[in-house]
């Protein structure tokens, strides 16, 4: 998919050590083990969860989803997590000869180190953004907030000059970003001005209430004005996401970004 083959991902994989090899269009048969693990998770796990789907129409028959659907987000990577960890990991596997995918991880992993960063906060600023951005007196501006630190100003002073920096910035909070110093090679972790705004905000939101604020005020506004367009538009995902049609209940869910990652 194109949201795979960005230049996001392959930044990441190439500071994970990772390669990365694109499957053949039309060549299902190239991808065949992944394949029968979503065969093998659909029919142990999934299909048999209330709410599935099943994988067809045929399946499926008069089964009412949507309406049977009782199982949140957050419970769901849970159970995922669990079942994977706890079932497949420790079942029997014919495709290795009735070994337990955990005992081959287990030898695998005596004849090769899979490195991983030192930290989380490492693989915070790995999977970033990537992105460049002129340092002012005032700091760096991104999508119309701006980020600022004694450790950013440093840097200016060092230079004594406007420069071109780079950065890594996140979609689930736009209450930092992560800018390299270009002399110590480091990721320093800058916090945006507007804190009370910005904390724990994503940036499909924070685009929304950016557009909000356009339409009623034009381009200048407040720290005020842009906190309650803030609650103005929370309210808005609210209502949608308790509205009687499937449509605007999946817009609300995506603005608040329902998906795994926000969850692990």
Not at 207 to 214: A, F, L, M, S, V
Request: aromatic residues 6%; neutral net charge; contains cysteine.
């Amino acid at each position: 998919g194109p949201d795979l083959q960005s230049n996001a991902v392959e930044v990441a994989c190439m500071e994970l050590g990772i390669s990365i090899l694109f499957c053949p269009v039309r060549s299902g048969d190239k991808k065949g083990a992944i394949e029968r693990f979503f065969r093998t998770q659909n029919v142990g796990l999934l299909h048999r969860m209330p709410g599935t789907v099943f994988s067809n129409p045929d399946e499926r028959g008069d089964y009412q989803s949507e309406k049977e659907a009782a199982i949140d987000f957050n419970s769901l990577i849970h159970i995922l997590t669990k079942w994977i960890v706890d079932v497949y990991n420790v079942t029997p596997h014919r495709g290795l000869n009735g070994r337990r995918p955990l005992d081959v991880w287990i030898e695998s992993a005596q004849k090769r180190l899979i490195e991983l960063p030192l930290n989380p906060q490492q693989l915070d600023v790995i999977v970033g953004i990537a992105a460049k951005r002129t340092l002012f007196h005032y700091g760096i501006e991104l999508d119309g907030l701006q980020y600022n630190s004694l450790q950013l100003q440093e840097i200016r002073r060092r230079t004594g000059k406007n420069i071109k920096l780079d950065l890594k910035f996140h979609e689930d909070d736009v209450g930092y970003i992560h800018v390299l110093d270009p002399d110590r090679k480091e990721y320093l972790r800058v916090p945006a001005k507007l804190a009370e705004y910005a904390n724990g905000l994503n940036r499909e939101q924070h685009r929304q209430i950016r557009e909000h604020t356009r339409s009623k005020l034009g381009e200048n506004c407040t720290a005020d004005q842009l906190l309650e367009a803030k609650r103005e538009v929370e309210d808005l995902i609210r209502e949608s996401i308790q509205h009687k049609k499937m449509v605007r209940r999946k817009k609300a869910a995506q603005t608040v970004q329902h998906d795994s990652e926000a969850v692990l």
